[in-house]
């Protein structure tokens, strides 16, 4: 499905699973650890400097934010995880919301990709794991994304790209892309590949 990246709105921020749109459009999310750049990347996709508020404060809401793109899909950003300092509560919250998603989305079953954002610099963490881990047992598709690649030197991005490429092989995800909002490397082929998974 070919679609206008730049014609997007902000359509709902969601602090609960009932509030998720019904809409039978396709949805594309994306997720990843608090400041992995996220919020960054679904900008620079749609060619805006701040649709989607890239924070200071990194998981201050927890929300999962709908834009909907040219009317014909919705692209999902979904809470942030991963930061140390995060209450019993919050935590709870996130759970709950990210949860909801998955399992209690009217429209799960128009999920067609998860854009999962691994920080090239950082490597893929615990709480990384995890998800991609929970992602599997969905059975949900998903890919996995390096970001901030315009950080790293020579080195350092040759190391990343076998670490990935070897974690995406082993847990069945297509070859990783590799990303940066800053250069806007990777973003012709992000787009090709969610364009493929909406067939
Ligand atoms: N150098 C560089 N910095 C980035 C990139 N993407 C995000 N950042 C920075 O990383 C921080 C977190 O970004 P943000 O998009 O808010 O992350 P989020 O919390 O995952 O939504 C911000 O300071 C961004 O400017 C990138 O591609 N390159
Ligand atoms: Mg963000």
């Not at 809409?23 to 919020?39: E, M």
């Not at 995060?86 to 919301?97: A, G, I, P, T």
């Not at 787009?191 to 493929?196: H, M, P, Q, V």
């Amino acid at each position: 499905m070919l679609f206008n990246p730049t014609r997007a709105d902000l359509r709902i921020t969601a602090g609960l699973p009932s509030q998720f749109p019904r809409d039978p459009l396709p949805q594309i999310a994306f997720s990843g650890r608090s400041n992995v750049g996220k919020s960054s990347l679904v900008n620079s996709l749609l060619g805006r400097n701040s649709l989607a508020r890239v924070s200071s404060s990194p998981g201050k809401t927890i929300t999962v934010n709908f834009y909907e793109i040219d009317r014909k899909l919705f692209f999902v950003d979904l809470p942030g995880y991963g930061y140390a300092n995060r209450s019993k509560e919050s935590q709870r919250v996130w759970q709950n919301l990210t949860d909801g998603y998955f399992t209690r989305n009217p429209n799960r079953d128009l999920l067609r990709l998860v854009v999962q954002l691994i920080d090239a610099r950082i490597g893929t963490t615990k709480d990384d794991l995890m998800m991609i881990d929970w992602l599997n047992s969905c059975g949900v598709p998903f890919l996995l994304v390096a970001t901030k690649t315009d950080k790293l030197n020579k080195t350092e991005r040759a190391e990343a790209e076998q670490t990935l490429r070897q974690l995406a092989e082993t847990v069945g995800a297509p070859a990783p892309v590799f990303y940066s909002s800053k250069t806007k490397e990777g973003k012709d082929e992000l787009l090709g590949r969610i364009a493929a998974s909406l067939g």
